[in-house]
Nanobody, 120 residues
Framework: DVQLQASGGGLVQVGGSLTLSCAAS????????IGWLRQAPGKEREGVAC????????YYGEPVKRRVAISRDSAKNTVHLQMNNLKPEDTAVYYC?????????????WGQGTLVTVSS
């Protein structure tokens, strides 16, 4: 079974930083795209960042561009999302996912989500 375990969420003040981690089991990243997505209350799920495991290409959502960085630890089969200068609008449940394309619609496997709350 493919399992994605997201962790690292919590309460942080405006302007603070947080690193989320996604540990994968039952699968190696191989040719997958590893994505971080988020969903705030009452809003649609949106893409935050995505990493192509084969070519290393990265993709970032416009609201978070220049404030987040996605990286991979191949030895630990883990992907990280470093988030800086956090804003109240970053408050959401963050999910990691694997897919065959860098698209929300093409994410085949999903983790359980980790809550990030940014307080002002």
């Amino acid at each position: 079974d493919v399992q994605l375990q997201a962790s690292g969420g919590g309460l942080v003040q405006v302007g603070g930083s947080l690193t989320l981690s996604c540990a994968a089991s039952g699968v190696t990243f191989g040719n997958y795209y590893i994505g971080w997505l988020r969903q705030a209350p009452g809003k649609e799920r949106e893409g935050v960042a995505c990493l192509g495991a084969r070519d290393g290409d990265t993709y970032y959502g416009e609201p978070v561009k220049r404030r987040v960085a996605i990286s991979r630890d191949s030895a630990k089969n883990t992907v990280h999302l470093q988030m800086n200068n956090l804003k109240p609008e970053d408050t959401a449940v963050y999910y990691c996912a694997l897919g065959d394309q860098p698209s929300i619609a093409r994410m085949n496997y999903w983790g359980q989500g980790t809550l990030v709350t940014v307080s002002s």
